[in-house]
């Protein structure tokens, strides 16, 4: 099993990045797919959840009208478009894939934003 985050990097306030994640070893387009945050001294944080096919998405009210997770089964690939980007999104950004019996982490993209 492995995910795989990539696109992370350093952006000025206001600035775009796009993460994308991407999946093999396990059944991809039946998963429950998430981004997660975790910035220095704090917990891990849900950023933004969708369903295995795509239809639901769900965000923190701090990234709501800024980010957006979109997923392509046919790719195993997750993504997270990143908008108005603010010092307080700079973390490890972490991508999840759940399923009934399993729970998948990859091993974090650094984000950071500053000017």
């Known amino acids: 099993v492995q995910l795989v985050e990539s696109g992370g990097g350093l952006v000025r306030p206001g600035g775009s990045l796009r993460l994308s994640c991407a999946a093999s070893?396990?059944?991809?387009?039946?998963?429950?797919m998430g981004w997660y945050r975790q910035a220095p001294g704090k917990q891990r944080e849900v950023v933004a959840g969708i369903t295995s096919g795509g239809g639901r998405t769900n965000y923190a009210d701090s990234v709501k009208g800024r980010f957006t997770i979109s997923r392509d089964n046919a790719k195993n690939t997750m993504y997270l478009q990143m908008n108005s980007l603010k010092p307080e999104d700079t973390a490890v950004y972490y991508c999840?894939?759940?399923?009934?019996?399993?729970?998948?982490w990859g091993q974090g993209t650094q984000v950071t934003v500053s000017s």
């Open positions: 070893g396990f059944t991809f387009n039946s998963s429950v």
């Open positions: 999840n894939a759940r399923g009934i019996v399993y729970n998948y």
